[in-house]
């Protein structure tokens, strides 16, 4: 005799909206969302996403001045304004870009 279990589906989403994943743990895409939500950007979320692309703005910032020492000041401003604005980054998916350009207009 096969019994049924009828579970409602809007308990169960909801259940499942309420799991925190460890920041090391979320796509580059749900970092960005995360980001974005609250006043300021949550700092381990931040952290995580600063430390996946660092050496991504490094990289850029060697390019664009090779001989500068100072490349890490460069960095730290990049972030600023990543942190300061990230909310007005309409499409997540573009994060990666939109970062590089924030980059290259340092210069």
Not at 17 to 42: A, F, I, W
Not at 44 to 62: P, S, T
């Amino acid at each position: 005799m096969n019994q049924y279990i009828f579970v409602p589906w809007s308990k169960v989403e909801q259940t499942l909206s309420q799991v925190e994943l460890p920041p090391e743990k979320l796509s580059n895409y749900d970092l960005v969302l995360r980001c974005q939500q609250g006043q300021r950007p949550d700092r381990a979320i931040f952290a995580e996403l600063l430390h996946r692309y660092q050496l991504h703005v490094d990289k850029i910032l060697y390019h664009l001045a090779p001989e500068w020492q100072d490349r890490s000041d460069l960095a730290q401003e990049v972030w600023i304004r990543v942190y300061r604005n990230i909310k007005r980054l309409q499409e997540p998916v573009k994060f990666k870009s939109w970062l590089s350009r924030i980059t290259t207009n340092l210069f």
